[in-house]
DNA sequence: GTCTATACACAGATAGAC
DNA sequence: GTCTATCTGTGTATAGAC
């Protein structure tokens, strides 16, 4: 049945954000499904699978969110990966972005092996090196950095523990926490160098980024 | 003993690094230090202290770095930062950073309350807390972001994933990631807006940051 | 396909001799 | 303090009835 495995792999993902792949027990998918663990297993074979299916999935949404995207007519590049960016930020502020397997997990090698979520992650992939080289061909992304590293970046921002701690400290709203680290995103914690010597006096306001 | 001590927790650091807490087995960790499990039990009282000792000894050691720099005379309070964020990487790519606590983790809940821990952490955050503030005070860092975003953008950017996916790559030297990430991190991703019409010639060759 | 019940393995922690 | 051996809980996975 569809609607099941759907509501399995929300579930899954959520639990994955929430403690990671190895803290995540199946007994508790199965829990909070509400159906028995040996009727997970009758959907995906192991942990890994699980785990796997539900990247996917992610990867699934992000390609969608990517299309939509691609049919914005007069988005710069620079604008089409921080709309991303901004939407991976979203969906881990919903809880539903699960984490990058560590260096060394046992998920790491059942991803690799799944050729259905590295196909996916080479379409996303793809896409984005497409913006980024175009972002540095217009000058609007710096030209010196590899467009891997860029890549990487963006990757890594989609799963970037500021914005738990941040929500969890609670002083900030969502829009403002994603405001705040798309600005160190692409702009950085170092205030801009100074044009000329004296700045003229709306200089600092334009830069406040939070209401 | 104590040198015994020190030979376990850099163990443990190291596979924290490798692996993350709940990976990370305490047979392992028995195994790859040469001893029984049940001598580490003498030694430590279970696999939350075990870490929170790791955790407890990295702080230190930013403690005396942090020392180290503070004793700079005319360091301006963003190059302070900026030192700071190498050495974490510099850790990290000798692989004995242990990674954030999931928002979830077991570990999470021994850790806030180990005094010792929260005590250390505390320093840590209060020196780096007065270079920012100062930095932001200066001009030199941006000062519409509150302060904490600046301190656990740095304290998420000495975890930063990208660091192993560019040296698991193997195509860039450990200084030029170092290099490339403090761009990022300082800096942004976005290219700095031009200051006229028509830039110097010079200007794109400056901003080239690997040999 | 869903369930209850269970097999199997492994990890955290301890007992007790030396 | 270190060891070998073991206890105990828990987590993945499966058997087999319905």
Redesign the pocket.
Known sequence: ?HA?EEAILATVNRLLAEKGF?A???????YDV??????????F??????AAAAMIRVLDLALAQLEVLKARPNAAPIDQLKAVARWTMEVQLAGAMPSLPAQNSALRAALVGNSIYVDRLMQVSEQLGAWITAGQAAGALKAALPPEVVLYTLFARACDPVLGLLKAGGNYSDAQIIEMLLSTCFDGLAAPALPAKRPPAGARARVTVVG
Chains 1, 2 share one sequence.
């Open positions: 049945m099941r190895d995540m027990t199946v007994d508790q998918v199965a509400g159906i028995a663990k040996a009727s997970l297993y009758k959907h074979a192991s942990k890994e699978d699980l």
